[in-house]
C-alpha cells in the first residue's frame, strides 16, 4: 500500500507560479512511475504529467497544454513527488493529484487505469 498526500495548491494570478508536493509514504521503493492528473470544473480528469522509470532511465512526459512551463520531479530521500507550475494560465485551474503505480511503462502512462495509487488532490485556482 502506498499512501499519497498533496500540497502547495492555492490561489494565483495569471502568469504566476505554484509549487505542488505529493508526500508519499508505504511501499514507496515500488513506485516506479509518477504522475499528475488534473479535473477542471465541470470536466473529466486529465493527464498532466508523469515520469517513468525504465533501464535506461527515467523518461518524463507532458499534456501538450503544458509543455515548457511544467515540471516534474521527484525527491527519492524524502519520498516527494513535486510539481512546479510556471507561467499559470485560467485554463490551468482544477483539482490537481498526484498518482503512482509500481509498473514501468513503454510510452507515456496518460491513463487513469495504469494509476494504483492516487492522493486526494489539491485545489489550484488562477485568476485571470
Known amino acids: 500500500q502506498v499512501q499519497l498526500v498533496e500540497s502547495g495548491g492555492g490561489l494565483v494570478q495569471a502568469g504566476g507560479s505554484l509549487r505542488l508536493s505529493c508526500a508519499a509514504s508505504?511501499?514507496?521503493?515500488?513506485?516506479?512511475?509518477v504522475g499528475w492528473f488534473r479535473q477542471a470544473p465541470g470536466k473529466e480528469r486529465a493527464f498532466v504529467t508523469a515520469?517513468?522509470?525504465?533501464?535506461?532511465?527515467?523518461?518524463?512526459y507532458y499534456a501538450d497544454s503544458v509543455k515548457g512551463r511544467f515540471t516534474i520531479s521527484r525527491d527519492n530521500g524524502n519520498n516527494t513527488i513535486h510539481l512546479q507550475m510556471n507561467s499559470l494560465k485560467p485554463e490551468d485551474t482544477g483539482v490537481y493529484y498526484c498518482?503512482?503505480?509500481?509498473?514501468?511503462?513503454?510510452?507515456?502512462?496518460?491513463?487513469?487505469?495504469?494509476?494504483?495509487?492516487w492522493g486526494q488532490g489539491t485545489q489550484v485556482t488562477v485568476s485571470s
Open positions: 498518482a503512482v503505480d509500481s509498473r514501468r511503462y513503454f510510452g507515456a502512462p496518460v491513463k487513469e487505469s495504469q494509476y494504483s495509487y
Open positions: 508505504g511501499r514507496t521503493f515500488s513506485s516506479n512511475t
Open positions: 515520469a517513468t522509470n525504465t533501464r535506461s532511465g527515467r523518461i518524463t
